[in-house]
């Protein structure tokens, strides 16, 4: 099975200036379902007493293509004020029209976990552009 690293991929939400008041945050880090060498980091940030995410991202993870070919996707990014709900879920959906980049997850104390799923429209570094889908990938970090 051919594979091929994508560098760079960001979606990025629009930020929401930060209000006076905002806490410096916590970060966790883990990786993506176990994957050696995949990386998760989750920032998040309190506003006026309300939790958010404020910066989610997953690099070196894999994704499969409807040829055959599995690309690994550098770095994938969330930025803004994902809202933690009153029992610590959060989810959030970026669209941009050749990828789709979804989280779902908890905050549950010293740790957070969830799943993610990439997928759409890939190029890989020699210019050839792939539909390709993570699936449903868990993550988990400290």
């Known amino acids: ?13 629009v930020a929401v200036p ?14 993506v379902g176990g994957v050696s060498g995949s990386e998760v980091l989750v920032k998040v940030q309190q506003s006026e007493g309300k939790p958010y995410v ?14 055959g070919v599995i690309v690994t996707v550098n770095k994938a990014t969330l930025k803004g004020r994902i809202l933690i709900g009153n029992r610590g879920g959060f989810h959030e959906k970026n669209d941009n029209g050749a990828t789709t980049y979804q989280v779902r997850g908890g905050v549950d104390g010293s740790k ?27 993550f988990k970090a400290r």
């Open 54 to 67: 404020s910066r989610f991202a997953a690099k070196n993870f894999e994704v499969a293509c409807d040829d």
């Open 18 to 31: 930060a209000a006076s008041g905002r806490s410096a945050g916590t970060l966790y880090t883990g990786k």
């Open 112 to 138: 957070v976990k969830g799943t993610l799923r990439y997928s759409g429209s890939i190029p890989d570094g020699n210019g050839v552009v792939r539909e390709c889908d993570s699936g449903t990938l868990a």
């Open 1 to 13: 099975m051919k594979r091929i690293l994508v560098l760079g991929v960001l979606a990025t939400l």
